[in-house]
């Protein structure tokens, strides 16, 4: 990656979370939500999974493995929006 430009490491987190009240529900509820960042040249941070090591955040410019739970969460694709609190009601119901 370090021969391409940050401009051609742009990539993004999506994740759609589909809540049904039973399995005929007519209307579920569906949240979606969108993190976008840049492909980093090298890993950094010991946080996360996956591909967090090399997923950079552009308005903190580190890692998401290098950002507390609490910080990822704020900025992430499961965090923000209607997405991110459908996601934590139901996560705090478990």
């Avoid at 996360?48 to 694709?77: N, R, V, W």
Wanted: proline fraction near 7%; include cysteine.
């Amino acid at each position: 990656m370090q021969d391409f430009p940050a401009e051609d490491r742009k990539c993004y987190f999506v994740c759609v979370l589909v809540f049904m009240r039973f399995s005929s529900d007519p209307a579920p509820l569906i949240a979606e939500g969108c993190w976008e960042g840049l492909i980093g040249n090298k890993s950094a941070g010991q946080n996360g999974f996956g591909y967090d090591p090399i997923f950079i955040e552009p308005q903190s410019g580190k890692t998401a493995a290098q950002l507390s739970p609490k910080t990822k969460m704020s900025y992430s694709h499961r965090g923000k929006g209607p997405f991110g609190n459908l996601y934590k009601s139901l996560a705090l119901k478990q």
